[in-house]
C-alpha cells in the first residue's frame, strides 16, 4: 500500500496539480487577508464602500450630449454619456483615419511622380512626429487660434468654428501636468 502511495506522489502529473493547488490556496489566503484588512481599517476610518456613490447626483454639465443628459442626473448617467460620447468620437475618427490613409496610400502608388513624391513626403513627415506633439499642435494651433464666439467662421449658416468651451489654461500649465503625471 504505502508503495502504491510513494509511486502516486512521485507522478509528475500529481506533483504539479500538487503544488498548483497550494499556490491557488495561497493566493487566495493573501487575497483574503488584504481585503479584510482594508474592510476593517476603512469601518474604522468610517469611509463607505461600495458603488451607492454611482446614483447620487452628478452636477457636472457637459456640452455635448447625445443621451439626454442633465446635471441633476446620478453619475451612472455621465458615465453613459462619457461612453456615448467616446463611442462617437472613436467611430468619427476612424472613419476619417481609414479615408485619409486610403487616398494617401493611392496617391503614393500614382505613376504622377508629384503626388507619389508629397504622399511620401507626408508618410515620412507624419511617421517621425510624436503624438504629443500633434495633440499639442491641434491644441494651442488650431483651436486657440480660433476666434470667440461672437466672431464664428461662417460656413454657409450650417456649420461655425469658433472656441467656445475651452478650458482656460496657458501652454505651461498643461505642459507641468503632462510633466507631473506621466
Known amino acids: 500500500m504505502t508503495a502504491r502511495i510513494a509511486t502516486f506522489l512521485r507522478d509528475r502529473k500529481v506533483r504539479d496539480v500538487f503544488w498548483q493547488a497550494v499556490a491557488t490556496v495561497a493566493l487566495v489566503a493573501i487575497v483574503w487577508f488584504f481585503v479584510r484588512n482594508a474592510s476593517q481599517n476603512m469601518v474604522k476610518a468610517g469611509m463607505a464602500s461600495g458603488f ?13 450630449n447625445l443621451t439626454g443628459y442633465k446635471p441633476s442626473d446620478s453619475i451612472l448617467a455621465l458615465l453613459w454619456l462619457g461612453i456615448v460620447n467616446t463611442l462617437l468620437v472613436s467611430v468619427c475618427s476612424i472613419v476619417v483615419a481609414t479615408v485619409i490613409g486610403f487616398t494617401v496610400g493611392l496617391l ?15 508618410v515620412e ?9 500633434f495633440v499639442l499642435f491641434w491644441y494651442f494651433g488650431v483651436l486657440a487660434a480660433l476666434p470667440a464666439p461672437r466672431e464664428s467662421l461662417n460656413f454657409l ?10 478650458p482656460r489654461l496657458n501652454r505651461h500649465e498643461i505642459l507641468n501636468y503632462l510633466l507631473d503625471n506621466p
Open 52 to 64: 451607492n456613490f454611482l446614483w447620487r447626483d452628478s452636477g457636472i454639465e457637459v456640452p455635448f
Open 108 to 122: 503614393r502608388l500614382s505613376r504622377n511622380w508629384l503626388l507619389s513624391s508629397l504622399a511620401g513626403a507626408y
Open 125 to 133: 513627415f507624419v511617421r517621425n512626429i510624436p503624438l504629443l506633439f
Open 157 to 166: 449658416d450650417v456649420a461655425f468654428l469658433n472656441r467656445r468651451e475651452m
